[in-house]
């Protein structure tokens, strides 16, 4: 029988260790008392842990446990849309919109003209489909489902294939791979082509009485190069017209916007051209290059919309009242910038800011550092868009490079972390950057602070 008489009691180890997180004390117990059953485990298997390992096992592992609570971050990594820092942030008007609305109440579902129920995101779904210049459009939770219940929707037990170019069946991130995806939704997929090329006839050979639609998937994490082919979307138009089948492609970002027209970036295609071009349906995320929040986007003609909304798993996804605040705000944003004018979105702001200010700025926190011990500098270094888009687009960005005199670089990144607001950087040949490019300006002064902290003895 091993000696539980090392372990501490629930309560003595939660008083010892409330006072080091600002956590609800029910936590605290609840986290204790969790971590002791487990080395209760471990102790009955063989091992054997003094009393202040355990208890110092606990009290790390308590401080990881809080500090994964969700708060803000300062971006130092250059990547504009970054899936693990919260993707795309949100412009202050969206903000605060989203205040106004989640504090009172609303006419959600509230016709206020006549006084009777009302149709719930009827504004945004006519603003979407003006800014999109197609029938009509709707939104659900993430693109993920948007995707699933485009397919569900559009599939049925006697046609329920879908045709995908093999060279188009990616992994968004996270081990989520689209044909897992895709399969959820109870579709077949059939895949066409090889790698690196799919020409009109791998799709012509493909379609049978079974075949539901064709759907392309935009490369958006990875780039395809060399010897490769792929038919335009026109002809492919044509292809599943010809068979009275829907063309339905997968985005993933969907920038409304000419992006390369803001940063020296290869062109990612707009959901504006994807219709154009003849796309049926589009789906996008609202958090990717469009700036606003998670939401997947569903565009294209109106009868086809219209089966989507029909469809009782639409219920199951919809975006709740927040949500379709903020994209109410962003999509008028959009449509009320003109001409050159980007709207009020961080992401496209960050795209096109010059490199003199990132040297301004630069130079200004720099200054105020010259008294800690490291050698800090200013290099000029690159930036991406991330978040699964335009995988090849790096452009120039201005970085503060730090290299500590009295730690090594990963007890500085560490430190750096552990600063409120903490502050996320990169380790890039043995010297440790901070890429302004992703950092709001009105964050210079809390990153000083905070580099200024994390470096002091
Ligand atoms: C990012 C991405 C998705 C997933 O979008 P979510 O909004 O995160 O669900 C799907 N398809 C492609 C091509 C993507 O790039």
């Known amino acids: 029988m091993p000696d539980f008489s090392q372990l501490p009691s629930v309560e003595k180890l939660t008083l010892a260790l ?23 485990e471990r102790m009955i298997k063989g091992e054997k ?23 803000p971050v300062i971006n130092g990594t250059g990547v504009l849309i970054h899936t693990n820092l919260g993707r795309s942030p949100l412009g202050d008007r969206a903000a605060g919109a989203l205040r106004r609305i989640a504090t009172g109440y609303s006419n959600l579902e509230f016709n206020l003209l006549d006084g009777k129920r009302g149709r719930r995101a009827g504004y945004l779904e006519m ?37 995908v170019s093999r060279g188009e069946l ?11 995806v895709l399969e959820t939704s109870g579709a077949k997929l059939v895949e066409v082509g090889a790698t690196n090329k799919t020409h009109l006839k791998d799709y012509a050979k493909a379609l049978t009485e079974r075949t539901a639609l064709i759907l392309k998937v935009h490369r958006s994490n990875f780039y395809l190069g060399g010897f490769t082919a792929e038919p335009a979307v026109p002809e492919l138009s044509a292809l599943a017209h010809q ?10 970002s969907g920038a409304v916007m000419n992006t390369d027209e803001l ?5 990612e295609p707009t959901p504006q051209e994807a219709l154009r071009n003849g796309i049926d349906l589009i789906t996008f995320s609202g958090d990717k290059l469009l700036g606003g929040p998670q939401a997947g986007i569903i565009a294209g003609r109106a009868e086809l919309v219209a089966r989507i909304k029909a469809e009782p798993f639409f219920r199951a996804v919809r975006c709740d009242k927040l949500i379709l605040t903020v994209l109410q705000e962003c999509i008028d944003d959009y449509l009320r910038s003109k001409g050159d004018e980007i709207p009020d979105v961080p992401v496209l702001n960050f795209l096109s800011t010059p490199m003199e200010s990132l040297h301004t700025r630069a130079k200004a926190i720099l200054a105020q550092l010259g008294d800690l011990p490291a050698d800090i500098s200013i290099v ?43 502050v996320v950087g990169y380790v890039h040949e043995a010297r440790l950057l901070l890429n302004l490019r992703s950092i709001f300006t009105d964050q210079d002064a809390p990153l000083t602070e905070a580099v200024r902290g994390a470096l002091q003895p």
Not at 23 to 31: A, E, F, I, M, S
Not at 52 to 69: D, K, M, P
Not at 243 to 252: A, K, N, R, S
């Open 243 to 252: 068979h009275g089948l829907p063309l339905v492609e997968d985005l993933g």
């Open 170 to 180: 990616v992994e968004i991130g996270g081990g989520f791979r689209i044909p897992e």
């Open 18 to 40: 409330a006072d080091e997180v600002s956590l609800p004390r029910p936590l605290v117990t609840g986290y204790v008392k969790r971590a002791l059953e487990q080395w209760r």
């Open 380 to 422: 000029e270094t690159t930036s991406q868009t991330g978040g699964g888009t335009m995988p090849k687009a790096q452009f120039p960005s201005v970085a503060l490079e730090i290299t500590p005199q009295k730690m090594g670089l990963e007890k500085l990144a560490h430190r750096l972390r552990a600063q409120e607001p903490a």
């Open 127 to 163: 603003a979407l489909a003006v800014l999109l210049d197609t029938e009509a459009a709707t939104t659900v939770n993430n693109c993920a489902a948007a995707l699933v219940l485009t397919l569900r929707t559009l599939i049925s037990p006697e046609k329920n294939e879908i045709i």
């Open 49 to 71: 842990g003094p009393r202040n390992t355990i208890e110092s096992e606990i009290r790390a592992g308590l401080q990881s446990f809080a500090a994964s609570r969700l708060q």
């Open 263 to 267: 940063a020296p970036i290869d062109h």
